[in-house]
Nanobody, 123 residues
Framework: QVQLVESGGGLVQAGGSLRLSCAAS????????MGWFRQAPGNERAFVAA????????YYATSVKGRFSISRDDAKNAVYLQMNSLKPEDTAVYYC????????????????WGQGTQLTVSS
């Protein structure tokens, strides 16, 4: 069992930066691939980024590639999403998720989810 708690969301101006954090409980954190997803008002939840259990592979949605960076610190049971050059269209609730199988892009293969943190980017 893994419990996930996101933090770091807030209000930022377009062009700014922010780092989201996800703290995980449980001794098996290092076994999980970790992902970030987001859901904007009126939209379905969508993939943002993921990192393999080893940290050796990362995956990004086309819309954030080159602007966002995912990382993990297994010693702290944490995963991070560094977001740069933020745009108003990045406004959404951001969710952290943990999974151990299947495609990193598909939310259906993630077993554990946090409650989300709101990011608002003003123009």
């Amino acid at each position: 069992q893994v419990q996930l708690v996101e933090s770091g969301g807030g209000l930022v101006q377009a062009g700014g930066s922010l780092r989201l954090s996800c703290a995980a409980s449980g001794r098996t954190f290092s076994r999980y691939r970790m992902g970030w997803f987001r859901q904007a008002p009126g939209n379905e939840r969508a993939f943002v980024a993921a990192i393999s259990s080893s940290g050796g592979s990362t995956y990004y949605a086309t819309s954030v590639k080159g602007r966002f960076s995912i990382s993990r610190d297994d010693a702290k049971n944490a995963v991070y999403l560094q977001m740069n050059s933020l745009k108003p269209e990045d406004t959404a609730v951001y969710y952290c998720a943990a999974g151990s199988r299947g495609s990193p892009y598909s939310q259906v293969v993630y077993d554990y989810w946090g409650q989300g943190t709101q990011l608002t980017v003003s123009s």
